[in-house]
Nanobody, 116 residues
Framework: QVQLVESGGGLVQAGGSLRLSCAAS????????LGWFRQAPGKEREFVAR????????YYADAVKGRFTISRDNAKNTMDLQMNSLKPEDTAVYYC?????????WGQGTQVTVSS
C-alpha cells in the first residue's frame, strides 16, 4: 500500500505563491499517474491537476490553469504543485493521490489559506 505525505501548505496573501509537495513511501510510486484534489469548507472535493507516470502529460482544472504547475521527480518519489497568483478562493485542504493498479491512494491533506 502506498503511503503519501503532503507538505508545504500554509497562510499566504492573495497574489502570493506556495509550493506543495507529496512524498511516497515506495518506489512503485514512479509508475503511477498522480494528482491533486482540494476541498474547501462546505464544498465537495474537486480536481486540481494530474500528471502522467513519466511527467509527459499534465492536465489542470480550468480554475487553476495558467497559475498552477504540477511536476514530479520519480528518482525522489515526489510530486510538487507550484501555486502562483493565489486567490482567496484557492483556500482549501489539498490532497495528493496516486492511481495504482489496486486503487487510488490519498495523502492526509495539507491546508492552504489565502487571505485577501
Amino acid at each position: 500500500q502506498v503511503q503519501l505525505v503532503e507538505s508545504g501548505g500554509g497562510l499566504v496573501q492573495a497574489g502570493g505563491s506556495l509550493r506543495l509537495s507529496c512524498a511516497a513511501s515506495e518506489r512503485t510510486f514512479s509508475a503511477y499517474p498522480l494528482g491533486w484534489f482540494r476541498q474547501a469548507p462546505g464544498k465537495e472535493r474537486e480536481f486540481v491537476a494530474r500528471i502522467g507516470w513519466n511527467g509527459g502529460s499534465t492536465y489542470y482544472a480550468d480554475a487553476v490553469k495558467g497559475r498552477f504547475t504540477i511536476s514530479r521527480d520519480n528518482a525522489k518519489n515526489t510530486m510538487d504543485l507550484q501555486m502562483n497568483s493565489l486567490k482567496p478562493e484557492d483556500t482549501a485542504v489539498y490532497y495528493c493521490y496516486a492511481d495504482s493498479p489496486s486503487g487510488r491512494f490519498w495523502g492526509q491533506g495539507t491546508q492552504v489559506t489565502v487571505s485577501s
